[in-house]
């Protein structure tokens, strides 16, 4: 069996151990190193117990890496540091997933606008591949740089991309009502996701702001050739891990819900990772923690000629690091569910 070198950067953070636990259940990636500055020197089950007995690599600089062993980094970096390391290594190692917001704007003016700082490798955006996995396939086979997308735009393009594609959906006519547990914010001593803060509770914020919205926007017409603007507003759930996506959609003239409901289980009916419900079924958070999995639901709604699209994931697998293992496994025409057969964990 040919196995190939795995390096995470960020391991100390949550996407970077989500990555890690992924890692070492999958058949043909063996992990040979991990980087994270604040923590370099440190055993890796001192910042993650829950990675006690394990065989794993210390916890490194960049610096100290030796590239040359490396056949593909999971950069699980901040956004804004990303770009700078990937270009450090850029030459060094066969593939790059990258799971920060780096690459995911082809526009460096968008990004620049985006994210409040310049893109200073423009030319990486030009080859990279939006790694939205079952929209993405032809391109991401033998890919050099994968950009894997945020997790609100996983969740919510999953449930709106076939209805937008095919034309029963009205582009003009979106609505994203989502919600993300705290893991999504990554792992930071910060007052604002403190326990007595998050908890019992719940809260939009970047209210018509979200950067994720443009990301959005993109995939929309990249994968479904639509121009629109979505209206997304993302909330604070106080829970670890998970991620809903509630779509409300207008029908184009002439088609019906069950039009709508047809043409999902025509395009998800042979996916590994993207289940529409039986009709009636509501998506929960709680059947797809810690998997890779998305459940999505269509209903009708009260106002004529419209619909809601309920869609759920776990932010930090299928959001993230899943995503970008499953990335991967695409990239080298390997069997997509390599090191993600897990269902979700319940209760």
Known sequence: MIMKNAAVLGASGYTGAEAVRLILGHPKLKLKAMTAHSRAGEAYADVF??????ALPPLTTLDEGDWDEIDVVFACLPHGASQETIAKIYDKVETIIDLSADFRLTDPE????????????????KTRVY???EFARDQLLGAKLVACPGCYPTCSMLALLPGLESGLIDPAQIIIDA??????AGRKATLAFAYSE???????YAIGTHRHAPEMDQAIKDFANQTTSVRFTPHL????????????????DGASLSDLRKHYAETYGAETFVHLLDEGQVPQTRHVRGSNHCQI???G????????????IDNLTKGSSGQAIQNYNAVQGWDETLGLQSVGVFP
Do not use: E, W
Not at 237 to 252: E, F, S, Y
């Open 131 to 133: 790694g939205l996995t």
């Open 179 to 184: 919600k993300s547990g705290v893991t999504g």
């Open 237 to 252: 759930l106080p829970m670890n891990r998970g991620m809903i996506a509630t779509c409300h959609v207008t029908l184009k």
């Open 49 to 54: 117990r829950n990675f006690a007995g394990q």
């Open 110 to 125: 968008l990004y620049a606008k985006t994210y409040g700082r310049p893109h200073d490798f423009k030319a990486f955006l």
């Open 297 to 299: 639901g269509i209903f």
């Open 301 to 312: 709604d009260r106002t004529p000629n419209s619909a809601v699209i309920v869609s759920v």
């Open 198 to 204: 998050t908890s019992d509770g719940a809260q939009a």
